[in-house]
């Protein structure tokens, strides 16, 4: 069965740094998402993306976040300078459309901000 | 605000003792509501979709239902790989899904 694959599955960086988490989506989907899990919290919204585009993004994702999709297969998320409250799990998800489709979820990136 | 809260937070369950989880929301406009499953070190696996109030879908011992207030997991004579934090999320207008916390559930064999 198809699924949505993320690297690195943990990254431990130093506060201020930048980092990029990685992420292939479903060969056959359009959208994709990023959402993060804080321990002990709720999962997360924070973009969404279709057609080389931000769709939707939540307050969470500020200035320091962007996403890209730099080639057919993988979609990015860059923290510009970490902070300690940016550790978290990050998921990246897709969907094959939008509406009721499901959204399907990677395994997560664990990201250790020390 | 739109919000979805899930209860009980754990539930411990003998092998075979059936039970339900709740998933309140109050979200303008509900276009979804998605139950996933999500095992310790993974992502959330999705598991059903429910559009409209009186909806039901069922998926071995899973049976989810939904009211315009509320949905249910029913759990039928669970297992002990049934052990998971399941978790809710509600659909408004947009692809954004609002997670409630989740319930952690144990079935002892």
């Known amino acids: 069965e198809p699924e949505v694959t993320q690297t690195p599955s943990h990254q431990v960086t130093q506060m201020g740094q930048e980092v990029i988490l990685r992420c292939v989506p479903i060969?056959?989907?359009?959208?994709f998402y990023w959402y993060r899990q804080i321990l002990g919290q709720k999962v997360e919204f924070l973009v969404s993306f279709y057609n080389n585009e931000i769709s939707e993004k939540s307050e969470i994702f500020d200035d320091q976040f962007s996403v890209e999709r730099p080639d057919g297969s993988n979609f990015t998320l860059k923290i510009r300078s970490t902070k300690l409250e940016d550790s978290a799990m990050y998921f990246c998800a897709s969907s094959e459309a939008q509406g009721n489709q499901p959204q399907h979820f990677g395994d997560g990136t664990r990201l250790s901000i020390l | 605000e739109d919000q979805v809260t899930q209860s009980p937070e754990a539930l411990r369950l003998q092998e075979g003792e059936s039970s339900s989880l709740n998933c309140s929301y109050t979200?303008?406009?509900?276009?979804?509501l998605f139950w996933y499953r999500q095992d310790p070190g993974k992502g959330p696996e999705f598991l059903f979709t429910?559009?409209?109030a009186g909806e039901e879908k069922e998926k071995e011992r899973l049976k989810a239902t939904l009211t315009k207030k509320e949905s249910f997991l029913h759990i039928t004579a669970p297992k002990p790989e049934d052990s998971a934090t399941y978790l809710c999320?509600?659909?408004?207008?947009?692809?954004?899904?609002?997670f409630g916390t989740g319930t952690l559930l144990a079935v002892q064999p």
């Open positions: 999320a509600a659909r408004r207008g947009t692809n954004k899904l609002i």
């Open positions: 979200v303008s406009g509900l276009r979804g």
């Open positions: 429910l559009y409209s």
């Open positions: 060969s056959n989907h359009l959208y």
